[in-house]
């Protein structure tokens, strides 16, 4: 399975060039053109990497690397920013790496490969009945068939399976998968749960517990 990288470049011609080279190095590609439209995507869809430029409309690099971090996704900022403030601030916000403009396409890629490989090696893998959970290819498997979850039930589920037997309240959920500045409605918490539970076939093991939350049992 190719690897899949998000490339959020508000310059078409820097987003097309990127996109090329990382095809042609048999990556899977998609393009956000500002920071708003990479986040949506994100709801949506998982991704391996995320190359993200920090001046881009909307949310910048900065905003949004931030409202992604309970995504769990390496970073690496692409940017003209050059200056030490900047770098450090990115790499403190959590960026893996950080490459400034004009840069080489075989430097690029060498540093995709080198986080890509290091998150490799923390390799984890979930276990729960007939379900695999693989960590860092946000990927579910029941017995050997692969079960499509959106972002945020994946995240539902590495948080009932890393916190097995704790009853978590919704806020609990909203906070921990939604992140603090959510301001949506637990009904949203209730939503995914059932999704969950009907994809994943765990109607027996997330148990609802009364007047509180959720909680996973073997």
């Known amino acids: 399975m190719n690897r899949k990288i998000l490339i959020v470049e508000d310059e078409f011609a ?29 709801q949506q869809e998982s991704f391996d990497l995320i190359l993200l430029d920090i001046m881009i409309p909307n949310i910048d690099g900065f905003q949004l690397i931030e409202k992604i971090r309970c995504l769990e996704i390496p970073v690496i900022f692409l940017t003209a920013k050059d200056a030490v403030s900047s770098k450090v601030k990115g790499l403190k916000l ?9 840069f080489e396409s075989l430097e690029l890629l060498a540093r995709i490969e080198v986080v890509l490989r290091r998150y490799g090696k923390n ?3 979930m276990k729960f009945k007939d379900l695999t959970v693989y960590l860092p290819e946000r990927m579910v498997k029941k017995k050997d068939e692969i079960i499509e979850l959106t972002p945020k039930e994946f995240e539902l589920l590495t948080l009932l399976l890393k916190n097995k037997n ?26 995914h749960i059932r999704n969950s539970r009907k994809k994943l076939a765990l109607e027996d093991h997330i148990k609802t517990v009364f007047k509180v939350g959720y909680r996973l049992e073997d």
């Open 14 to 42: 820097i987003a097309n060039l990127i996109e090329i080279n990382l095809n042609i190095a048999n990556y899977e590609t998609k393009k956000a053109y500002d920071g708003l439209e990479a986040y949506n995507i994100l």
């Open 166 to 191: 704790v009853a978590f309240s919704r806020d609990q959920i909203l906070e921990r998968v939604w992140g603090y500045d959510y301001f949506g409605q637990t009904r949203t918490v209730d939503n």
């Open 123 to 125: 390799q984890q893998v």
């Open 94 to 102: 959590g960026a893996e790496d950080y490459i400034t403009k004009p």
